[in-house]
């Protein structure tokens, strides 16, 4: 529990109880019992009158603070202390209420800190171990990170297999396995075997301490709606205070109440009329949106992306590591020549390559053997080796006039399908072919499915050519797209979007997307993305997985209901309060308790959103393993 709501709690258990200490003296006629509710009021009330006092002073602004002291000093004044000491204890419980909101919005990204050390096990040149501060660590330096201890840095798996709790970035609960080449995230829990890692990023550069900026920048931030509602705070406090004092004086003249009625109405008036529940319907529940969302792996920068988000009416998605994988990955195989150690030798070549494609091969032949060779890299052509007496390349094509026709044809499809081919000649003879792709993401469709069935149009932006984003976008059901987009070229369609549609959004990666995501009214980054992509968005996808997305457009439409129900039921308690009031149905006490038990109300409802999101529907359900056993990039995928 944080130190302003320790001060919170106590300050409203003091008041509750000096309240009925006082109730228990007046109940047996024990003079003095208005002390102890005067206690009570000091006790409750005086840190809201210190902030609106300093707030009128500094800021030259009212608020409902200012309101509510006035009205418990108003009860005081014509002799219900009672009510007096109740208003301010209900005032301080709402107050203790909506602090806690506050610091549960941000509780689990706090306790997230605690997880990153301050300390890491550096190798030196010797080979020992030394302690050193994290904020040492420099670039290209090499870690041990032992069982059960937290990553320090982010970094790239030099040595050691494990499994690697990466819920505080992701918000996923499934460990994720880190073998050689794998890269690692600071905050994260090595659950297996020691890791040694290679530092890649400093200490204030790494993904989680870009979760903490991120989370720490989104609280500075409101909704469009709260932002709104303070502004009619800032008109309606001064009316409240011209209205109490004209209707006092107004109702002494011209009715039959008397000053003491009046007075009385007035201070009933003070209390039911100030909008503390309209105030409080949006920010808290805003702020547990924003922890809900990090919880689920989904950084929002404030609320007004939300706001945003949830009247979106058009998503533009960019292609390459947003809608696909961002790695090609082997496809086809079509070996010409019956020699069982051609497998073997296309990985011997394309070991010692530093191409990204080889990366793809090598992975999709991880159990072949590779023969040990004397490679030469030939511009224009690709690898070079010698074997048996033969000369092998890998890479362009070379003449295909002997080919069989059926092969040709093949390899047209092929092409024609948005596929890179590389070839595997011998003696300048096609010996085999190999066929890639960058595959869509297996969760691509089925968000995409969720937006179009939510009415919201979606395209694809992609700067590959027209055969590849064809091919693309049938496997991913999208009938719109427009390919051969440069940069430019995408923020021109993202101004037209927003201008046929009034609220739209991009999802991105890359630094070629970094204009189009500034450009639209919502930019969306893959958090395995660009630094540049992620500092321009509004909502950060920690794990590429557009289900999150999904995800976060509902959480966006949930808090939407949640602020509009907070608002409709506040200004709804207000009005009833007030005609209750003038028709003489009120007492000081009742309108103590529906105006701050609507503020109560208001803020437990608000709560709701660090629920967790209902069930998926079936038709929302994610594809079981039998679903994708039919699908082909599905089962090209396992060899990756």
Excluded at 598 to 606: D, H, K, P
Aim: aromatic letters at 6%; one cysteine or more; hydrophobic letters at 45%.
């Amino acid at each position: 529990m944080s130190k302003s709501e320790s001060s919170a709690v106590f300050s409203t258990i003091a008041c509750l109880l000096l309240m009925a200490t006082g109730f228990l003296m007046a109940s047996f006629s024990i003079p003095y019992s208005f002390v102890p509710y005067l206690l009570a009021i000091l006790a409750g009330g005086w840190k809201q009158t210190w902030e609106g006092t300093q707030e009128l002073v500094h800021d030259k602004r009212l608020n409902v603070d200012l309101l509510m002291a006035l009205a418990a000093i108003g009860a005081c004044i014509i002799g219900h202390w009672f009510e007096g000491a109740m208003l301010t204890f209900i005032f301080c419980l709402s107050g203790a209420l909506e602090e806690y909101t506050t610091n549960k919005s941000t509780r689990e990204i706090s306790s997230l800190m605690a997880l990153q050390p301050t300390t890491a096990l550096k190798m030196i040149e010797s080979g020992e171990l030394v302690e050193v501060p994290v904020e040492a660590l420099q670039l290209k330096d090499t870690i041990m990170v032992a069982k059960g201890s937290a990553i320090p840095i982010d970094g790239i798996v030099i040595q050691g297999t494990s499994s690697v709790d990466e819920a505080a970035i992701s918000g996923e609960s499934i460990p994720v396995e880190k073998r050689l080449g794998s890269e690692v995230f600071g905050g994260t829990i090595n659950l297996g075997q020691p890791l040694y890692i290679e530092v890649t990023q400093t200490s204030e550069n790494t993904r989680f301490a870009k979760i903490i900026q991120l989370v720490e920048e989104a609280q500075q931030m409101p909704s469009q709606t709260a932002t709104l509602i303070e502004k009619i705070e800032r008109i309606y406090v001064p009316i409240v205070l011209i209205a109490v004092p004209l209707m006092i004086v107004l109702c002494t003249f011209f009715t039959n109440w008397g000053f003491q009625e009046s007075f009385y109405r007035g201070m009933v008036l003070l209390v039911v009329a100030s909008p503390c529940a309209l105030v409080a319907s949006a920010t808290p529940a805003t702020l547990a949106a924003i922890s809900h969302a990090a919880r689920l792996g989904v950084l929002c920068k404030g609320g007004q992306a939300l706001d945003a988000f949830a009247n979106v009416k058009a998503i533009a998605f960019d292609k390459t590591g947003t809608l696909t994988r961002g790695k090609p990955a082997v496809t086809d195989v079509h070996l010409l020549l019956d020699e069982p150690f051609i497998p073997q030798l296309i990985v011997g070549m394309e070991k010692q390559s530093n191409h990204p494609l080889a990366e793809a091969i090598l992975a999709y032949f991880h159990d072949e053997k590779p023969l040990e060779l004397a490679v030469e890299e030939q511009a224009g052509i690709g690898l070079a080796a010698t074997y048996q007496a033969a000369h092998w390349t890998i890479g362009k094509e070379v003449d295909l006039t002997s080919v069989a026709a059926s092969e040709q044809t093949r390899i047209q499809e092929l092409k024609a399908a948005g596929k890179t081919l590389i070839y595997i000649n011998r003696d300048r003879v096609l010996a085999g072919y190999l066929a890639l792709l960058d595959q869509p993401r297996p969760e691509a469709r089925e968000s995409l499915a969720y937006f179009n069935k939510q009415g919201i149009h979606t395209t694809m932006l992609t700067g590959d050519h027209l055969g590849t984003a064809k091919v693309i976008a049938a496997e991913i059901g999208l009938s719109d797209y427009e390919s051969d987009c440069l940069p430019d070229e995408k923020t021109t369609r993202i101004k037209e979007m927003k201008e046929t549609y009034q609220i739209n959004a991009m999802v991105g990666d890359g630094i070629n997307d970094a204009p189009a995501l500034a450009t639209a009214s919502v930019g969306i980054a893959m958090g395995e993305g660009t630094d540049v992509a992620m500092d321009v968005a509004d909502i950060v996808l920690m794990k590429n997985d557009l289900l999150r997305l999904v995800d976060s457009h509902r959480l966006a439409k949930k808090l939407q209901r949640i602020i509009k129900q907070n608002i409709v039921f506040s200004i709804s308690v207000i009005l009833l309060l007030i005609a209750s009031n003038f028709l003489e149905f009120l007492t000081l006490p009742l309108g103590v308790v529906g105006h701050e038990g609507s503020t109560i109300l208001v803020i437990l409802n608000g709560l709701r959103m660090l629920l967790p999101l209902h069930k998926e529907t079936p038709q929302q359900a994610k594809p079981t393993r039998k679903d994708c056993d039919d699908c082909v990039l599905y089962q090209q995928s396992l060899h990756t």
